[in-house]
């Protein structure tokens, strides 16, 4: 028989040439039901709305991703944020593709927040930000006492003057997705394109955009970013699993990656002695890297299910860290390299995320309890305080301490940027 030579495309996997036509058509025969058992999607509840899902959301992400859930308000920012970013869906499918997430992908069972009192007030101020499904990723307090957000799914960034609410907004090339914040000497606004594998520089008297493109395509992802003391800028490249370097002098880029496969490079801080430290998401690990060599010291966690995510120092350059996995705030002594760890309040599901070192205390969100919490733990006592963010918060991905030493945050899947504004402190 004759030999057939064309590639076969089968649900996207494409079939090496197969030796005859008989052989192909059982070939076809027998992976089509496997096709289409596979098939992304095929799964889902049939419905009105199910094959535009697929076809919309299965396009850009992998679809099990929905199943994850959300409440009907989550779904309604949820699509605002994928129609701000180009998704392909018309005005006249928004309802019907709405009305099917909600009624087959509803919230999961998230774990109860446990509020805790204490002698500690605080007052927890919020603003929506202006565009509706930004997704405001990561907080900066500036030093003129306004708050940044990354806008990631519009592609902005934005500025926030407490005092009135007022807020002006920054856009960004398409599809840069910003990501981290930090603020230079001169009020410049930098930023990571987590989209764009770029880092970026916004001047917000002009209004004008400067972008540093990373000179390796794997490190498609820069993360979170900070200043040392000598004004270089360190980002984390996590799924590019990369720590790099950027001198703004001359736009210099180093990158290295650390000696851990798929360790995913994540939060990143700098010490009072300018020593840069950064924890391993994909690795129960918190490491440094020397300013100079760009050598890389690992520090392994005594729990091998240990995620960190993000870190804080302590006056006493004690590393504070927020496991993710586990559910756990952690101390690690950078001398001894000792670890202790506190169980979070609202437990091993509680998701500890965002966490800022400020006024004598820890202080960090549990993004997956509902609502998420403001948490603060006493290192002196070892006692904690929580409260509830109004509005559930969902997520506080990151936090950042303004000029007053108040903690500030912005809260992903409700649109909002807030301040926890500390009031009398006791023990």
Partial sequence: MAKIMAKI?????????????????????????TALAQQPGASFPDGPGKNTVIDICGSCHDLNRLTAGYTPDGWHTVIRMMQNFGAPIRSEEIAEITDYLIRNFPERPRPPAVLIAGDTQVNIREWPVATEGSRPHDPLAAHDGSLWYSGQLANLLGRLDPATG???????????????????????????GNFAGLIGRLDPKTGDVKEYRLPDAAARDPHTLVFDHDGFIWFTVQAGNKVGRLDPGTGEIKLVA?????????GIVVNAKNVVWFVEFGAPRIATIDSRTMEIREYLLPDPAARPRRLAIGPDDAIWYADFARGFLGRLDPATGAVKEWASPSGPKSQPYGIVFTRGAVWYSESAAKPNTIVRFDPATEKFQTWAIPGGGDIVRNLDVDR???PVMANSLVNKVGVVEIGRIGH
Avoid: M, V
Wanted: charged share 15%; glycine share 10%; proline share 9%.
């Fill in 404 to 406: 007053n030493g108040n």
């Fill in 166 to 192: 007022e807020i002006r907004e920054y856009k960004l090339n398409p599809q840069t997705g910003p990501h981290g914040l930090k603020e230079d000497r001169d009020g410049n606004i930098w930023f990571t």
């Fill in 258 to 266: 650390p000696p851990t496969a798929n360790a995913r490079p994540y």
């Fill in 9 to 33: 495309s089968i649900a996207g996997e494409w079939l090496q040439p197969l030796a005859t036509a008989g052989a192909t058509l059982l070939a076809l025969a027998l992976l089509s039901s």
